[in-house]
Nanobody, 127 residues
Framework: QLHLVESGGGLVQPGGSLTLSCAAS????????LGWFRQTPGKEREGVSC???????????YYADSVKGRFTISRDNAKKMVYLQMNSLKPEDTAVYYC?????????????????WGQGTQVTVSS
């Protein structure tokens, strides 16, 4: 059973940066597809990014159009960590961010394709 714990959220001004971290415990992380999702009150949880989820040459990454060019996902299997570097943050990036993992997810991250979830970390972008 994979257990995920996010950290690194907080309050940041528009244009600022944050790096979210997700620590995994349990089985070898390198077997899993990893994703980041976010959710705001009253809205469905949406996929932001995933890694090892596509066949592209950039580590099999995917980014939602809303974050492409601003966010970078990465993983460190030895440390059992996954990261989301967020730059040029906008107020609309405000949300609870969740990391998730699955053995077989592929393509754009969708909630029902991921079996393991962290508890979430709040990111607030405001002046």
């Amino acid at each position: 059973q994979l257990h995920l714990v996010e950290s690194g959220g907080g309050l940041v001004q528009p244009g600022g940066s944050l790096t979210l971290s997700c620590a995994a415990s349990g089985p070898n992380l390198d077997e899993y597809v990893l994703g980041w999702f976010r959710q705001t009150p009253g809205k469905e949880r949406e996929g932001v990014s995933c890694i090892s989820c596509t066949d592209d040459s950039e580590g099999g990454t995917y980014y939602a159009d809303s974050v492409k060019g601003r966010f970078t996902i990465s993983r460190d299997n030895a440390k059992k960590m996954v990261y989301l570097q967020m730059n040029s943050l906008k107020p609309e990036d405000t949300a609870v961010y969740y990391c998730a993992a699955d053995l077989a997810a592929y393509g754009a991250p969708v909630v029902w394709n991921y079996d393991f979830w962290g508890q979430g970390t709040q990111v607030t972008v405001s002046s």
